[in-house]
């Protein structure tokens, strides 16, 4: 049985083999996951950015009206040289109006309040008549306060005082977020995350349910006024809220454009995908640092990184259905539809089946390979077992969708091989005499009437298909489960004519293989794919964990904010091209071991620099940062292609959900820096290496083709060497015999 992944290829090629509309689409996807979602994650670290702070003086003191420098150097303890944020000395009012009763000016005066009078007390320093005498009375006051103040300093009793040189106005500052307050804004960050965990789940089931198509839709429908919203918040906690409810389509709306792009590329251009996705999303962080440095107001940011993309909406007229998830679901004629009109695009003309016509030659040529048959079709005889990748593939055909499969390892078929060979012979023999005599009847009833038989045998057919595919079809949960689908596929698919639908419905009938449906659990029913999926999750958790750490970290290293943060995506984008090069000639798991592994150590390396030297700190989180990120990038195509079409996004989203529950430690392995500036760098390191190493466990994809089907996703990478490099290419079909 063909899992289609191999027509799919050569459909995919043929549609792009000319024009430049692929591109644009492909341009258009890769900068819908990722400028979007860079403004969306990472806005909090300038919304919620932390200016320098310190305890507001008391009243008494400010209705003096001193300088708030010569405030701050007589109320507020320095600690080697830097000033206290939480703490101040207190002074006695009255103590003070007394010692400085000559210099003080005291009248009272009435002021209206909520519609009443009321006298209230103002006391001002005399007026100076010169600049002798006002020197007389700043150095009166500085003595006073020295003699009067506490003995220790306090914690903050009159709020805080922020500097205006880098924020004008943030989040921190509006609600007075710091000191026993400071865990909030690190909590709000985080709640993002817990947002981000449960929409994995959602969108990865409704995207393998419904369609890529609808799911990114639905998602801009939702996000882009909730993003506006959370610029109107009426406590901390409302705007921390809005943003949870943001988090539900962060990682769904970064993965779902580029499962679509991945799907609709041909094989040479997916390792494309990732490295674009990266590479913009890089650059939306640099973008994002140049507009918060030139507004550095929360409420205009917030602003400005959301109501521009109120024009994504008109993604509705440009975005196309997965081919891949059409043939998933048994809609061969959809699939179709969408290579044809992208090749109409490109200027190319691809005639109607032709698709169906891809998979009955590589059906016919699997049955040349393996089999030798006379001319009626029955089995005189079955060659050598073939080379060990010929011998996992005809397997893999004949696999039926069982939850435990048996890992034969080379000593068990060695000492096995007669037996498994007559078993193969049988089944195949099996099949293809069905085959045979099916297309013989067929022939011989369309000889004596072509019309008469053609609603028997298409109800025959369709019984057969719906007793493999679907046996709880009359069941009330999977009609509705069908009718969602199908309000779904109406509101946002174009409708065929009738004639169209007709011929689509006789192509559908075509495929043998039917609705190829899967759950979530069929992950953990299959030992290889289990362990493939366990290995993906630990290293999307030590990627996201590290990549964002370093992120939110920023404004830790002792440089401005807007400099190293726009630093840290400038040295992101050089990482993609040597991603691309490396992965593209080495592989995906050798460079991603080597990346990862670089860079933790990288990261590691900060321990041993001294804090009086806080731009050695940023050179190597830098270059930590760029591995990181060179790392991100192969990661996404590596599971993009480990991963079988049928539960992708599925599998994704889960995968991406166990990532999510590690990713609420980031703000808070970036809150270690209050300890000691090397503490994060220290936890990110470690976890950096460990995936880099768990990553030579995982089966190189280069070269290899894209795993349809649950069995080509069990099947792919069973006997993989740990030590093993990137296999030669294997031959495509020739496409020209479709011309």
């Given amino acids: 049985m063909s899992s289609w992944a191999k027509e799919l290829d050569e459909a995919a090629e043929l549609a792009t083999r000319t024009g430049h509309w692929h591109v644009v689409l492909f341009y258009l996807l890769c900068g819908l996951a990722a400028i979007p979602t860079a403004f969306l994650v990472f806005s909090q670290v300038f919304t919620n950015g932390t200016p320098e702070h310190w305890c507001a003086p008391p009243p008494e003191l400010e209705s003096l009206l001193l300088p708030d420098e010569f405030l701050r150097f007589l109320t507020v303890p320095k600690d080697q040289g830097v000033y206290e944020s939480c703490r101040a000395y207190s002074v006695d009012p009255r103590a003070l109006y007394a010692a400085l009763n000559e210099y003080i000016d005291e009248r009272s005066e009435l002021i209206r309040e909520g519609g009443a009078l009321r006298m209230v007390t103002i006391r001002q320093l005399v007026p100076a008549m010169g600049e002798a005498e006002r020197k007389q009375q700043i150095t009166k006051v500085k003595e006073a306060i020295l003699t009067l103040r506490s003995k220790e300093p306090e914690a903050c009793a009159h709020g805080w005082r922020f500097s205006k040189e880098h924020y004008l106005k943030t989040l921190v500052t509006e609600y007075s977020l710091v000191c026993d307050s400071a865990w909030m804004p690190t909590t ?384 992101e984008i050089p990482s993609y091209f040597l991603a691309w090069r490396c992965m593209d000639r080495f592989g995906r798991r050798w460079v991603l071991c080597i990346c990862m592994s670089i860079g933790g150590l990288a990261c590691i390396s900060c321990l041993f620099v001294p804090e009086a030297s806080p731009w050695i700190t940023v050179s190597l989180s830098m270059f930590g940062r760029l591995l990181i990120a060179a790392s991100f990038a192969v990661f996404y195509v590596q599971i993009g292609e480990l991963l079988p079409t049928v539960v992708r996004a599925q599998a994704m989203g889960a995968a991406s959900f166990i990532s999510g529950l590690g990713l609420l430690a980031s703000p808070y392995i970036a809150y270690l820096a209050i300890y000691g500036r090397a503490l994060p760098f220290i936890v990110m390191g470690i976890l950096s290496v460990v995936a880099g190493v768990l990553s030579l466990f995982l089966p190189e994809t280069l070269n290899q083709t894209l795993p349809q089907t649950l069995e080509d996703g069990e099947m792919f990478g069973r006997n993989f060497k740990l030590l093993s490099c990137v296999e030669r290419p294997k031959r495509s079909i020739n496409s020209g015999d479709l011309d």
């Fill in 188 to 571: 709000g960050t985080a709640l993002f995350w817990v947002g981000s965990v449960f929409g994995n789940l959602i969108f990865g089931s409704i995207s393998d349910r419904y369609g890529r198509r609808p799911t990114i839709l639905l998602m801009i429908l939702l996000e882009v006024p909730l993003s506006i919203a959370a610029s109107f918040p009426s406590t901390y906690w409302s705007y921390a809220g809005i943003r949870v409810i943001c988090g539900l389509f962060f990682p769904a709306l970064y993965q779902q454009p580029f499962i679509l792009a991945l799907e609709l590329m041909p094989p040479n251009k997916r390792p494309y995908t990732g490295i674009f996705v990266g590479m913009l999303f890089a650059s939306g962080m640099c973008l994002l640092a140049l507009v918060a440095f030139a507004i550095r107001d929360w409420f205009y940011l917030s602003l400005a990184t959301s109501l521009p993309f109120v024009f994504l909406f008109g993604y509705y007229w440009l975005l196309p259905e997965s081919p891949r998830w059409l043939v998933g679901r048994g809609r061969i004629a959809k699939a179709e539809k969408v290579y044809r009109d992208l090749a109409k695009k490109n200027g190319i003309n691809l005639p109607r089946g032709f698709l169906m016509e891809l998979h009955k030659k590589l059906r016919d040529e699997e049955a040349d390979i393996t089999l030798l048959s006379n001319g009626n079709g029955h089995i005189m005889g079955f060659p050598d077992i073939p080379e060990k990748n010929n011998y996992d593939r005809r397997i893999s055909n004949m696999l039926t969708f069982k939850p435990d499969i048996s890992i034969i390892n080379d000593t068990e078929v060695a000492n096995k091989v007669d037996h498994l060979e007559k078993i193969i012979a049988l089944e195949v023999a099996e099949i293809v005499n069905k085959k045979a005599k099916l297309r013989k009847d067929e022939e011989t009833d369309e000889s004596i009437d072509d019309n008469s038989n053609e609603e028997p045998l298409l109800n025959r057919d369709i019984t057969q298909k719906s007793t493999q595919t679907d046996p709880y079809k009359k069941s009330p949960t999977n009609t509705l489960r069908k009718k969602s689908i199908q309000l779904v596929s109406k509101i946002f698919m174009a409708e065929d004519d009738e004639e169209d639908a007709i011929e689509n419905k006789r192509m559908d009938d075509q495929n043998s293989e039917g609705d190829c449906k899967a759950s979530p659990l069929d992950i953990f029913r299959y030992p290889n794919i289990r362990k493939k999926f366990f290995l993906l999750s630990f290293n999307w958790v030590a990627i996201g964990v590290v990549y964002n750490s370093l992120s939110y970290n920023t404004p830790n290293l002792g440089v401005d904010d807007y400099l190293a943060f726009f630093i840290g995506g400038a040295v």
